[in-house]
């Protein structure tokens, strides 16, 4: 299995607080699991490093498509 990193080693990565990548997390916009001994205590999330990939990409800015200009039809008089 690929390696992994720790939601505190993201956040700095991102430059953003835990609780950021906690509710991206949550959300399940970014996979991680919980690698706590007790599955009802508190989690102790790891996300691979292919799902940070994954998310990164989908979430990159892109540029914008040229859209292309429609006409306005004419009116037909509706005297015709």
């Known amino acids: 299995m690929g390696s992994t990193i720790s939601p505190s080693e993201l956040a700095e990565r991102w430059g953003c ?5 906690h509710t991206v997390i949550r959300s399940g916009e ?5 690698i706590a001994t007790n599955p009802h205590g508190r989690p ?4 691979p490093v292919e799902a940070v990939r ?6 990159a800015a ?16 509706s005297y015709v």
């Open 17 to 21: 607080k835990v609780d950021k990548v």
């Open 62 to 77: 892109k540029p914008a498509v040229a859209s292309t200009r429609r006409r306005r039809e004419r009116e037909v008089p």
């Open 54 to 59: 994954q998310f990164e990409e989908r979430r």
């Open 30 to 34: 970014l996979y991680a699991f919980n």
């Open 44 to 47: 102790r999330w790891r996300i």
